[in-house]
């Protein structure tokens, strides 16, 4: 089993700052890519960014080189640090890892979501 945590949600105004993380853990044999999916209130899931192996980052038009996605292959952990937030950047974060596990075959994990509310 393979588990991914996230942290670092919450209220923040427009034009501040958060920085959410997230951890794989479990039997895990290798992780290819990684990344962040967000959700907003009666909207599909679109990707925010993500990342591989070898640190190559795609990010999605609308982050506007507003966020930063980072990643710390020997903890198994990513990092979004997302700047000059407005309210449309109001949703649900998704972590999520491409995983090959133990008596596993390869597949996507998910996070249980952290919420990001940019409000005054």
């Known amino acids: 089993q393979v588990q991914l945590v996230e942290s670092g949600g919450g209220l923040v105004q427009p034009g501040g700052s958060l920085r959410l993380s997230c951890a794989a853990s479990?039997?895990?044999?290798?992780?290819?890519?990684m990344g962040w999916y967000r959700q907003a209130p009666g909207k599909q899931r679109e990707l925010v960014a993500a990342?591989?192996?070898?640190?190559?980052?795609n990010y999605a038009d609308s982050m506007n080189g507003r966020f930063t996605l980072s990643r710390d292959n020997g903890k198994n952990t990513v990092d979004l640090q997302m700047n000059s937030l407005s309210p449309e950047d109001t949703a649900v974060y998704y972590c999520?890892?491409?995983?090959?596990?133990?008596?596993?075959?390869?597949?996507?994990?998910w996070g249980q979501g952290t919420q990001v509310t940019v409000s005054s």
């Open positions: 999520y890892a491409d995983v090959m596990a133990v008596f596993s075959r390869r597949r996507d994990y």
């Open positions: 479990g039997s895990i044999l290798n992780i290819y890519g």
């Open positions: 990342i591989t192996s070898g640190g190559s980052t």
